[in-house]
């Protein structure tokens, strides 16, 4: 039944849902499904990352789902791993930007802070605005997170410190492209300072382990592909990122103000493609001598189906065989591990194809632990 009732969701996706306040006797947790422990389990993991908060809204918005039908529907019968998916996180997602809106005034007072009521909030919202969360459930998150540019630059370092080259940048996936504009930052990394001291965004994630070898870092271009990339001078796709930031961290919500306003007086460098085939044809162009190529990605791969993930595998390395002393290439990887047990930062490097496990790291920059 549930296969069928998404069919006629996705079908009627843009009809308005008939807005209806809840009595205070319909605030029961609904049938509990399968597929409705994604949004308990995450709300773990959001508490186990410092956001309490929205471990209980996933988990009041899990048993007041029933609230929402299209989109307890799609939840039900979603089609693929909902964890790599990240669908509790597209939820999270929707519910914050229904707050932000000020749409459904249970729900933004509880955002504010002013009472702590969940299951009415939550069933309030799912009941006014089931078909503006399913739009948010058919996208993939956009989060685009800056803090995670510390671990990427940290990268760089040890490839500017191999082949002591300037950089030419390759990001899959690159949403706003705010991590394209890394060079624009400043950065603490360890006690080790580089890249642009006088910018109004300065990273400083807690540092754990060894102190990574100081070089600099001198980027000479920087481009990325995405599906769906989003325009930091557009109103709409700054509200988007800003709802997926986890409401109770201010200090992310403000990293991620600054960051777009500097893309907004630099706009990074996106083209709307296809990642596999636009890095297979940025790879086979000619790369100028003595210049590193670098292919990077975070929070990318988990999107893609495993042939593609193996079919980027071998572009890459492909590509790497190709490589001199004079035009190295290099892949930094922040991703989950298959088992999403930890976020791991990777280096390769070509010419030779030395791997290196460089770094466990929160999933949003806080911390890195250099290994």
């Known amino acids: 039944m549930a296969a069928l009732i998404s069919t006629q969701v996705i079908a009627d996706t843009l009809r308005p849902s008939r807005p209806r306040t809840p009595e205070t006797s319909e605030l029961r947790p609904s049938v509990r499904l399968p597929a409705h422990a994604e949004l308990s389990r995450q709300a773990d993991i959001c508490r186990s990352f410092g956001s309490d908060f929205v471990g209980n809204v996933l988990e009041a918005a899990e048993r007041q789902l029933a609230h929402a039908p299209m989109t307890e529907a799609v939840i039900a019968s979603w089609p693929g791993d909902r964890a790599a998916a990240a669908l509790a996180m597209r939820l999270n997602g929707a519910l914050h930007a229904v707050a932000r809106r000020g749409i459904v005034p249970e729900l933004s007072a509880l955002y504010r802070g002013e009472h702590a009521d969940y299951d009415r909030a939550l069933a309030a919202a799912l009941s006014q605005c089931d ?3 399913l739009q948010w459930l058919r996208d993939p998150t956009q989060t685009n997170e800056v803090g995670r540019s510390a671990a990427l630059m940290s990268a760089l370092m040890i490839a500017a410190d191999k082949f002591g080259l300037p950089f030419e940048l390759l990001e899959l996936g690159t949403s706003c492209g705010l991590n394209l504009n890394l060079g624009r930052y400043g950065f ?3 006690g080790i300072r580089v890249g642009d001291q006088a910018s109004a965004l300065q990273i400083a994630p807690e540092w754990r382990g060894r102190r990574p070898v100081a070089a600099p870092v001198e980027i000479l271009s920087a481009c990325g ?16 990122l800003l709802a997926f930031i986890w409401a109770d961290q201010r200090h992310r919500i403000e990293r991620l103000e600054r960051a777009l306003d500097i893309a907004r007086h630099h706009p990074p460098q996106i083209e709307k493609a296809e990642a ?17 190529r670098v292919v ?14 193996a079919r980027l595998a071998e ?11 004079r035009t190295p290439l290099a892949w930094i990887s922040l991703e989950w591990t298959p088992d999403r047990g930890e976020v791991r930062l990777s280096l390769t490097s070509w010419p030779g194809g030395e791997q290196r496990f460089l770094a466990t790291c929160h999933p949003y920059g806080e911390w890195i632990h250099w290994r």
Request: with cysteine.
């Open 315 to 325: 572009i890459i390395v492909q590509s790497g065989q190709f490589a001199t002393e």
């Open 131 to 133: 078909s503006f969360i």
């Open 225 to 240: 592909a995405d599906l769906h990339p989003l325009d930091a001078q557009d109103t709409d796709s700054r509200e988007r």
């Open 188 to 190: 603490d990394l360890g």
């Open 276 to 292: 596999i085939a636009w890095v297979a044809a940025r790879l086979a162009a000619p790369q100028a001598a003595d210049t590193c």
């Open 296 to 309: 990077f990605h975070s929070m990318f791969r988990q999107y893609l189906p495993e042939p593609q993930r």
